[in-house]
């Protein structure tokens, strides 16, 4: 039976943010260089080491206040990044693009080498082509090598076989369309095997395609990846088949997934509306298989929210190494970790970034001092500053090569940790 159904505003909307007008020891030795600094002598803080989308930590606003993007700078970006230790690509949602960086960042506010779906890096058009987005929320790269992009404003997922280093590989396009029946050209929202309604994190894994497809409350998951845009998805889960998509809280039910995570063995979902994670220990075969166990609530059947150690605000970033995971608690401005997978409902978190690392109750933005207001506020809410301690409506996570990345929306901008 659910208790509390408060989730008023679809992810769709940046509402609840404050507005704003040799890898691992680079990140090991800018990590104790950064540290020492704090909001005050009794709060404990996890440091960021590196900043993208600005030139330091204290900048906060879209392209870095300047009129257009740069080759640089991120306007709200959404999901989790991706890397395999050597490439980085974000995506920068409202600039309706992809940036690549073909080696690690080392720098702060380093300029990207390659954009996909922008013909340079100052326009930010929207478009449904091969070679252009509208509004990614996520990009990945596959177990296979593959780059895969939710294009959530034209819902589709698109798929290059290989993730592009040059140019030239841009230019040729993906090899795949998902969602759309194998056109490049059209947008089409649906509920069927084949179509997605705002498609929000894609992933491929084990050569299985999943997708979190948010606006129908379910995952869809391709028992092999499609090579023609055509083929149904063979699993649905948060739904009892392929043509409906109402919510629930029940373990085999969904209300607004936004990201996943899987090693083909395991699978982690950020059941969004439901202020909660879902846990399958082993990965589901067949359509609406009930998760294993359930983070962030007690029980299943269970739908309320709070800022605590076993809660969340709004879970819309999920991260894991195999054996310990990553959650991005968009409302409460924190990425949380626990140490270990699920072995029963409702476990705690061990550490907090963006937060007093040991405050599981504190959730005001860019609140540096902890006094649970949004620093230089006035009250309104309005004028928090950013610094390196501190989020700002966090909406993905991602840890790959000794790096924990935190993709700060309220911010636009992604921060690098150490795990």
Same mark, same amino acid.
């Given at each position: 039976?659910?208790?509390?159904?408060?989730?008023?505003?679809?992810?769709?909307?940046?509402?609840?943010?404050?507005?704003?007008?040799?890898?691992?020891? $680079?990140?090991?030795?800018?990590? =104790?260089?950064?540290?020492?600094?704090?909001?005050?002598?009794?709060?404990?803080?996890?440091?960021?080491?590196?900043?993208?989308?600005?030139?330091?930590?204290?900048?906060?606003?879209?392209?870095?206040?300047?009129?257009?993007?740069?080759?640089?700078? =991120?306007?709200?970006?959404?999901?989790?990044?991706?890397?395999?230790?050597?490439? =980085?690509?974000?995506?920068?949602?409202?600039?309706?693009?992809?940036?690549?960086?073909?080696?690690?960042?080392?720098?702060?506010?380093?300029?990207?080498?390659?954009?996909?779906?922008?013909?340079?890096?100052?326009?930010?058009?929207?478009?449904?082509?091969?070679?252009?987005?509208?509004?990614?929320?996520?990009?990945?790269?596959?177990?296979?090598?593959?780059?895969?992009?939710?294009?959530?404003?034209?819902?589709?997922?698109?798929?290059?076989?290989?993730?592009?280093?040059?140019?030239?590989?841009?230019?040729?396009?993906?090899?795949?369309?998902?969602?759309?029946?194998?056109?490049?050209?059209?947008?089409?929202?649906?509920?069927?095997?084949?179509?997605?309604?705002?498609?929000?994190?894609?992933?491929?894994?084990?050569?299985?395609?999943?997708?979190?497809?948010?606006?129908?409350?379910?995952?869809?998951?391709?028992?092999?990846?499609?090579?023609?845009?055509?083929?149904?998805?063979?699993?649905? =889960?948060?739904?009892?088949?392929?043509?409906?998509?109402?919510?629930?809280?029940?373990?085999?039910?969904?209300?607004?997934?936004?990201?996943?995570?899987?090693?083909?063995?395991?699978?982690?979902?950020?059941?969004?509306?439901?202020?909660?994670?879902?846990?399958?220990?082993?990965?589901?075969?067949?359509?609406?298989?009930?998760?294993?166990?359930?983070?962030?609530?007690?029980?299943?059947?269970?739908?309320?929210?709070? $800022?605590?150690?076993?809660?969340?605000?709004?879970?819309?970033?999920?991260?894991?190494?195999?054996?310990?995971?990553?959650?991005?608690?968009?409302?409460?401005?924190?990425?949380?970790?626990?140490?270990?997978?699920?072995?029963?409902?409702?476990?705690?978190?061990?550490?907090?970034?963006?937060?007093?690392?040991?405050?599981?109750?504190?959730?005001?933005?860019?609140?540096?001092?902890?006094?649970?207001?949004?620093?230089?506020?006035?009250?309104?809410?309005?004028?928090?500053?950013?610094?390196?301690?501190?989020?700002?409506?966090?909406?993905?996570?991602?840890?790959?090569?000794?790096?924990?990345?935190?993709?700060?929306?309220?911010?636009?901008?992604?921060?690098?940790?150490?795990?």
């Amino acid at each position: 039976m659910r208790l509390r159904r408060a989730f008023a505003a679809s992810l769709l909307s940046p509402r609840r943010l404050v507005r704003k007008s040799s890898l691992v020891v $680079t990140a090991s030795t800018l990590l =104790l260089a950064a540290c020492g600094g704090g909001g005050g002598d009794n709060i404990d803080w996890e440091t960021a080491f590196q900043v993208i989308g600005h030139t330091n930590f204290q900048q906060d606003d879209v392209n870095d206040t300047q009129s257009t993007p740069q080759s640089y700078t =991120l306007a709200t970006p959404f999901g989790n990044v991706a890397s395999d230790g050597t490439k =980085l690509y974000v995506a920068d949602t409202a600039n309706n693009r992809i940036l690549v960086w073909t080696s690690i960042p080392t720098t702060n506010g380093q300029v990207a080498d390659l954009v996909i779906g922008q013909d340079d890096f100052t326009t930010k058009t929207s478009g449904t082509t091969a070679s252009k987005l509208a509004t990614p929320y996520q990009v990945s790269i596959g177990s296979g090598g593959q780059l895969v992009v939710a294009d959530t404003g034209n819902n589709r997922v698109l798929i290059w076989d290989t993730a592009p280093t040059t140019q030239s590989e841009i230019d040729a396009g993906p090899d795949v369309v998902v969602g759309q029946g194998g056109s490049f050209t059209t947008q089409v929202s649906g509920t069927t095997a084949q179509n997605f309604n705002a498609p929000t994190a894609a992933v491929i894994s084990n050569n299985k395609l999943i997708v979190a497809d948010q606006g129908n409350n379910r995952v869809l998951i391709w028992s092999s990846v499609p090579t023609a845009g055509t083929e149904d998805a063979s699993i649905v =889960l948060g739904q009892s088949d392929f043509t409906s998509n109402g919510d629930d809280d029940g373990a085999a039910d969904m209300y607004k997934p936004t990201s996943i995570w899987t090693d083909g063995t395991q699978l982690l979902v950020a059941d969004t509306g439901n202020y909660r994670v879902l846990y399958w220990s082993t990965f589901p075969q067949s359509s609406a298989t009930e998760a294993s166990y359930v983070v962030g609530q007690t029980d299943f059947n269970r739908s309320t929210y709070s $800022t605590s150690a076993s809660t969340f605000e709004s879970p819309t970033g999920v991260a894991s190494d195999g054996a310990q995971f990553w959650v991005a608690d968009r409302g409460s401005n924190r990425v949380v970790k626990f140490d270990s997978m699920p072995a029963s409902n409702g476990m705690s978190a061990s550490l907090v970034y963006g937060q007093d690392n040991q405050n599981f109750t504190a959730s005001a933005a860019n609140d540096d001092d902890q006094d649970g207001k949004t620093d230089n506020d006035d009250d309104d809410q309005e004028n928090g500053a950013a610094t390196k301690h501190t989020l700002n409506g966090p909406t993905g996570v991602y840890v790959e090569g000794g790096v924990l990345y935190i993709t700060d929306r309220g911010n636009s901008r992604v921060e690098m940790y150490a795990p």
